[in-house]
């Protein structure tokens, strides 16, 4: 069956930099988008970027652009997140997604499309 486990979470400092992997497993990996989100306490599930299948393109929302990327080895069947210049306000859990429509291409994937399946989620907190 599809599944998709985060890891790299943990305390980090204000200013300081993490990356988090996500390893899906079940499905052929290089055909379908994945994504990133997030959710604090007491907030909305929050989407931060996504890469398409050959992780040629991403998106990625206001709130992370030019702090967090997203990268992807579809050999290891991992994406990542490298998260720079975190804040108090990134304290999160954080979830890995795949996209539910597929399987696509790079040229037909023309941006987010659905969650399919998500994976547990991993706890990052930033102290200030």
């Known amino acids: 069956q599809v599944q998709v486990v985060e890891s790299g979470g943990g305390l980090v400092q204000a200013g300081g930099s993490l990356r988090l992997s996500c390893t899906g497993s079940?499905?052929?990996?290089?055909?379908?988008?994945m994504g990133w989100f997030r959710q604090a306490p007491g907030k909305g599930r929050e989407g931060l970027i996504w890469?398409?299948?050959?992780?040629?393109?991403?998106g990625t929302a206001n709130s992370v652009k030019g702090r967090f990327t997203m990268s992807r080895d579809n050999a290891k069947g991992t994406v990542y997140l490298l998260m720079n210049s975190l804040k108090s306000e990134d304290t999160a859990m954080y979830y890995c997604?795949?996209?539910?429509?597929?399987?696509?291409?790079?040229?037909?994937?023309?941006?987010?499309?659905?969650?399919?399946?998500w994976g547990q989620g991993t706890q990052v907190t930033v102290s200030s």
């Open positions: 997604a795949r996209q539910g429509r597929g399987p696509m291409s790079d040229v037909q994937w023309l941006g987010p499309y659905d969650v399919g399946f």
């Open positions: 079940g499905f052929r990996f290089d055909d379908y988008a």
């Open positions: 890469i398409s299948p050959s992780g040629g393109a991403t």
